[in-house]
């Protein structure tokens, strides 16, 4: 059975970074309430020349370097953004461009914060099915760009960051105790649409528009709906919550984070945690996390990990792979 491991990993961040303190002069909320909602510290923000492509193209590169590999080893780019440089061209054929690769094939996704868990979902959908051997899965984000700098309740909550892995085709025995993506679990449904949206758009207002969100609204479904899809996982594999070594979650809030542990009897030290440091980056931040608890040793080879994300439309959907 055809297995989709992961060989490579690698982030990018912009150069700089705004912290809670900074946010104070700016609308009016405190270092105080932000760490205590949220658990977030300082994130980072594109400058000047910084977009969702050169922040991809720089976990891109990192990942690649990490795996041994060069974009001529590369068949897929699969970009997962709510923030691309353009409405098109997809800014993974733009950050395919950018390494220079002119074979195989790019694209991009769009499940708002569950983007890296449906990228990876995908990826190993063509990689099982023998369309693609290699293939470069990213999550980048400028959200900062999106953001309405005079509304306290969403623009101290997200940041711009990139992180990126290679998933490799490998032969596996089709058991559990083969590395790579053991499941997936997907999930959406468009009726909370309210609840976290952009107010704008090419084929309605003709502008890029603000991210809206409902923040207690969105906030009461998302504990449910990510234990509903790491249960399925569970059932999927026969896996319990004492199987998994480390739960890399997305990075909304610290208090969602807890939250989701506590009732799927995950214990604290094996949760990744880089809200703190990052903030919100939507599709980007279960590859940032990632990449973080595996760079400084943390995840080691024959890990199990289980990644879970929730955000805008709703969308949700959960991975569990080994290492
Ligand atoms: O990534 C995809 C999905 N997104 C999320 O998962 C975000 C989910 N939601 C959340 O993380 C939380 O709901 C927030 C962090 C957005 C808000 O935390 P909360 O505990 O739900 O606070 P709240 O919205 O109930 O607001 C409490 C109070 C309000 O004041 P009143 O009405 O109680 O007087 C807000 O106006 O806090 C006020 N408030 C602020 N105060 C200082 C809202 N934003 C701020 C702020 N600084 N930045």
């Known amino acids: 059975m055809i297995r989709s491991v992961v060989r490579g990993f690698g982030t990018a961040l912009p150069k700089r970074v705004l912290t809670n303190a900074?946010?104070?002069?700016?609308?009016?909320?405190?270092?105080?309430?932000i760490v205590q909602r949220t658990g977030i510290r300082q994130?980072?923000?594109a400058g000047?020349?910084?977009?969702?492509?050169?922040?991809?193209?720089?976990?891109?590169?990192?990942?690649?370097?990490?795996?041994?590999?060069?974009?001529?080893?590369?068949?897929?780019?699969?970009?997962?953004?709510?923030?691309?440089?353009?409405?098109f061209p997809a800014t993974a054929v733009n950050i395919q461009n950018r390494?220079?690769?002119?074979?195989?094939?790019?694209?991009?996704?769009?499940?708002?914060?569950?983007?890296?868990?449906?990228?990876v979902t995908t990826a190993d959908a063509y990689i099982r099915g023998g369309l693609a051997k290699r293939v470069l899965v990213i999550g980048a984000e400028t959200f900062s760009r999106i953001l309405d700098w005079t509304d306290r309740t969403t623009c101290v909550l997200f940041g711009d960051g990139a992180g990126a892995i290679v998933l490799e085709a490998q032969e596996g025995a089709g058991t559990?105790?083969?590395?790579?993506?053991?499941?997936?679990?997907?999930?959406?449904?468009?009726?909370?649409?309210?609840?976290?949206?952009?107010?704008?758009?090419?084929?309605?207002?003709?502008?890029?528009?603000?991210?809206r969100m409902e923040g207690r609204e969105v906030f009461k479904h998302a504990v449910g709906m990510i234990t509903d899809v790491v249960i399925s996982s569970f059932d999927a594999t026969g896996f319990t919550a004492d199987d998994i070594d480390w739960l890399v979650p997305h990075q909304a809030n610290k208090r969602i984070i807890d939250g989701s542990a506590k009732k799927l009897g995950i214990p604290l030290e094996k949760v990744v945690v880089t809200v703190d440091q990052h903030g919100n980056t939507s599709a980007a931040s279960i590859?940032?996390?990632?990449?973080a608890a595996a760079g400084d040793g943390r995840i080691k080879e024959g890990d199990i990990v289980l990644l879970e994300a929730m955000g805008g439309g709703f969308t949700w959907g959960a991975v569990l792979l080994r290492w």
């Not at 900074?22 to 309430?33: A, K, Q, R």
């Not at 999930?187 to 309210?194: L, P, Q, T, V």
Request: glycine letters at 12%.
């Open 287 to 291: 590859p940032l996390a990632l990449a």
């Open 176 to 211: 559990n105790a083969d590395r790579g993506v053991l499941t997936t679990q997907l999930r959406s449904d468009g009726a909370h649409r309210d609840k976290l949206f952009v107010d704008g758009g090419p084929s309605t207002t003709g502008t890029v528009g603000h991210l």
């Open 22 to 33: 900074e946010l104070e002069s700016m609308v009016d909320t405190s270092d105080e309430w």
């Open 99 to 119: 390494l220079g690769m002119h074979h195989g094939f790019a694209f991009d996704v769009q499940a708002v914060c569950s983007g890296f868990v449906y990228a």
């Open 43 to 45: 994130r980072y923000i």
């Open 48 to 87: 000047e020349g910084e977009t969702t492509a050169s922040l991809g193209e720089g976990a891109a590169r990192a990942a690649l370097d990490k795996a041994g590999l060069t974009a001529a080893d590369i068949d897929l780019i699969i970009v997962a953004t709510s923030t691309p440089d353009n409405t």
